[in-house]
């Protein structure tokens, strides 16, 4: 297999682009498509401070590399969640420190147990929900207040491809028109509240992210968190591989698609009203807001 820029070895085959290419022409590729994303959805621009939610995983953490490579200016933050299962979250907290420390970037730790005094493991406990529903009200409440005291209005995820059109595929089975109304690459700040929330690997799929990092020698978190086994959106993500596979380019028609026709949906969008939290001040629909009530009931059941 050739590269079809050069014609040195090529590394990987994007059947989606009919493009085989070298792992020089593959990463000049991907960054190539990092910027035009920025550009096309107009997610931000070189003088933003871009605060990126990183995990440890690939995609976190191959975002914040090739946006520094880019010449944004960046801020990590990472959210350590205390998930204690094979040491999860501090093999996570790890990777993510040391990949700050090679390449003199800055990064806040954040420790979800320090803060009320339980990790996700004992919010799930007490909280009668799933370990991610609870992870996902403490990662938006601790991303948002971290955003508002650093002053950033920009907040970014690694979330991608595969993601996205996992979500948008389980949004129209299931004809959830107020998520459909907000799934975009980039959502606009509220109020004085939120920094907008971007998403810049949205046209890059996994095995592409995989394939930069690995170039570029990236030390990433592999083991998927412990409580994602089983989630709906692996499901999804495996059919649609499994039509990608016949139809090469249908992810990216899918979901480029949803986004030319975002117009469609716009107004299924609830006007919400922000209120202050009258416990934590942070804004929220109702007051107290889902972190406060979460994180009484979590001390109630200790
Ligand atoms: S970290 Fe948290 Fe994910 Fe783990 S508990 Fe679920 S939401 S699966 S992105
Ligand atoms: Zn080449
Ligand atoms: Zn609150």
């Known amino acids: 297999m050739r590269c079809s820029k050069c014609f040195d070895k090529a590394v990987i085959n994007?059947?989606?682009?009919?493009?085989?290419?070298?792992?020089?022409?593959?990463?000049?590729?991907?960054?190539?498509?990092?910027?035009?994303?920025?550009?096309?959805?107009?997610?931000?621009?070189?003088n933003d401070l871009i605060i990126i939610a990183v995990s440890g995983g690939k995609d976190s953490l191959a975002?914040?590399?090739?946006?520094?490579?880019?010449?944004?200016?960046?801020?990590?933050?990472?959210?350590?969640?205390?998930?204690?299962?094979?040491?999860?979250?501090?093999?996570?907290?790890?990777?993510?420190?040391r990949f700050a420390e090679m390449h003199?970037?800055?990064?806040?730790?954040?420790?979800?147990?320090?803060?009320?005094?339980?990790?996700?493991?004992?919010y799930r406990k007490a909280g009668h929900r799933s370990a991610c529903s609870t992870c996902g009200t403490v990662k938006r409440y601790l991303m948002n207040r971290f955003a508002r005291q650093s002053a950033a209005n920009i907040l970014a995820t690694g979330h991608?491809?595969?993601?996205?059109?996992?979500?948008?595929?389980?949004?129209?089975?299931?004809?959830?028109?107020?998520?459909?109304?907000r799934q975009y690459p980039k959502l606009e700040a509220s109020g004085d509240f939120f920094a907008s929330r971007v998403k810049p690997f949205v046209e890059l799929g996994e095995r592409e992210i995989a394939a930069y990092s690995v170039l570029e020698g990236i030390d990433f978190?592999?083991?998927?968190?412990?409580?994602?086994?089983?989630?709906?959106?692996?499901?999804y993500k495996r059919i649609l591989n499994q039509i990608e596979e016949k139809s090469p380019g249908t992810k990216l028609r899918f979901l480029r698609g949803f986004f030319e026709n975002k117009h469609l949906f716009s107004d299924l969008e609830k006007d919400v009203k922000l209120i202050s939290c009258e416990e934590c001040g942070q804004p929220s629909v109702v007051s107290p807001c889902s972190y406060c009530r979460m994180k009484k009931r979590a001390h109630e059941n200790v």
């Not at 005094?117 to 004992?122: K, L, Q, R, V």
């Open 160 to 181: 991608n491809l595969d993601d996205e059109a996992a979500v948008l595929l389980g949004n129209v089975l299931n004809w959830q028109t107020g998520y459909l109304a």
């Open 104 to 122: 003199g970037l800055p990064l806040t730790v954040q420790y979800a147990v320090e803060e009320p005094g339980f990790s996700i493991d004992n």
């Open 221 to 235: 978190v592999e083991d998927e968190c412990p409580y994602s086994v089983g989630a709906t959106t692996i499901f």
């Open 14 to 46: 994007l059947k989606q682009y009919n493009l085989k290419l070298c792992p020089q022409h593959f990463k000049e590729f991907f960054a190539g498509r990092v910027e035009k994303t920025i550009k096309k959805y107009r997610l931000f621009n070189r």
């Open 63 to 97: 975002l914040w590399y090739v946006l520094n490579k880019l010449g944004y200016k960046t801020h990590g933050f990472h959210i350590n969640l205390g998930i204690s299962h094979n040491s999860y979250s501090d093999i996570s907290e790890k990777k993510t420190r």
